[in-house]
């Protein structure tokens, strides 16, 4: 079985930034068997019910504005897979979770920013899934829980930030320090993974130290959850990488398996 994966994505720059994550994610499909498919569940996908997109090959969606001119030449035109989204459709409703596919979208900077580091020749199929931040994380749990038969021979990739607050960003530079509340809500989050405290996870927002601060919305959270959930009860979790960027933006990266 393949892990479930947690990514923290980072800003769309991330290919062209010399920083530690950068360096890790170009390095992490070395240290996993190559799949047959990709399923990436992005935090810029956000709908109302899940939906998977049915595609041949997917289209490169830019949705950033106002960045250096070579991040919009990148491309990452990698196959789709409507079996696998029909796949993963008919495993949500198996789990009471009513889904769809979608015929048109291509794959958003959430799923092709970290996929194009870790697979840069763009030769195996990706499917993205959808979020639906306002249903929280015990959706996403069960979600992901859906999905975890899909491993056999499935990647499912979670993409988000572990700390998301973009108001706060440090824009002097990406090596910008951390301030402590970014490590007291991370150290919190990361020892209830490890000790499987899901129940409090799930009330990350009232038990987590500066939540709201960490996360002034949900839905590059929720991610983390679906990764969570679809490596099983009780899975391995372990920590493969940990960093900040302009200070604020966590960039630490989960296995569950």
């Known amino acids: 079985m393949f892990p479930a994966l947690f990514l923290s994505h980072g800003a769309p720059t991330l290919p062209l930034d010399d920083c530690p994550a950068r360096v890790f994610i170009s390095g992490l499909a070395e240290q996993l068997p190559r799949p047959e498919a990709i399923l990436a569940i992005s935090a810029h996908w956000d709908t109302d019910a899940p939906q998977a997109n049915s595609v041949a090959r997917n289209e490169t969606i830019h949705d950033f504005y106002g960045f250096p001119e070579p991040l919009y030449r990148l491309q990452y ?23 769809s596919t979608d015929v048109g979208r291509g794959l958003d900077h959430g799923a092709w920013v970290p996929l194009l580091m870790m697979y840069p020749a763009h030769d195996i199929p990706v499917v993205q899934l959808s979020i639906q931040s306002r249903l929280g994380p015990a959706h996403h749990l069960q ?87 679809a490596g099983g009860n009780k899975p391995r979790v372990q920590r493969l990488h940990s960093s900040t960027t302009f200070g604020t933006l966590r960039m630490d990266a989960y296995s569950f398996n």
């Open 77 to 99: 035109p990698a196959p789709g897979s409507p079996e696998l989204a029909a796949r993963v459709v008919a495993a949500l409703a198996a789990a009471g979770l009513a889904g």
């Open 143 to 229: 979600l992901g829980n859906a999905l975890a038969a899909l491993r056999d021979r499935v990647l499912v990739l979670g993409t988000g930030s572990f700390t998301h607050n973009l108001r706060l960003m440090d824009r002097s530079g990406l090596n910008a320090p951390e301030p402590a509340w970014v490590r007291e809500f991370s150290d919190w989050i990361h020892t209830a993974l490890v000790e499987h405290r899901t129940d409090d996870l799930i009330r990350y927002r009232s038990l987590a130290p500066y939540a709201a601060r960490a996360h002034p919305e949900d839905d590059h959270f929720m991610p983390l959850f679906a990764a969570l959930g």
